[in-house]
């Protein structure tokens, strides 16, 4: 014979088990809603670092060609370095072409044995202390 339910239908049960179901059923809920925003944090925490590995990357690719910009410091490094060019180029065409002055190639050519006369005598002097 089968059961006939309806609104009017009894079901008795302990109390204590009532509770225990109850129970089981919120620390069930607690448990799933913990596990959702654990993962809810990895997944904001994992968009965030790949949002900064893309930029990372297109910095590391752009900033050398220069796309992104220069650094004070850079722009001053290249001034220096087109003077300092500029300035060798001048001394290169003086004394290929022989105008540079006599007084400054003679103080050249002397500046250059004075150096090359105290490097030699450091030389002697260390021979000196070896023995």
Partial sequence: MPARLNENTELTMPLRNLLSIVAGV???VWAYFGIVERLNNIETSLMM????????????????RGE????????????????????????VNEVESGSAPFDQQQELTLEWYAQRIADLESQVEELRARR
């Fill in 26 to 28: 919120a620390i069930g």
């Fill in 49 to 64: 670092m790949e949002k900064e590995v893309e930029l990372n990357s297109d910095f590391r690719v752009r900033w050398p």
């Fill in 68 to 91: 992104l910009g220069s650094l004070p410091a850079d722009a001053e490094q290249f001034m220096l370095l087109n003077h300092l060019d500029t300035q060798l180029e001048k001394l």
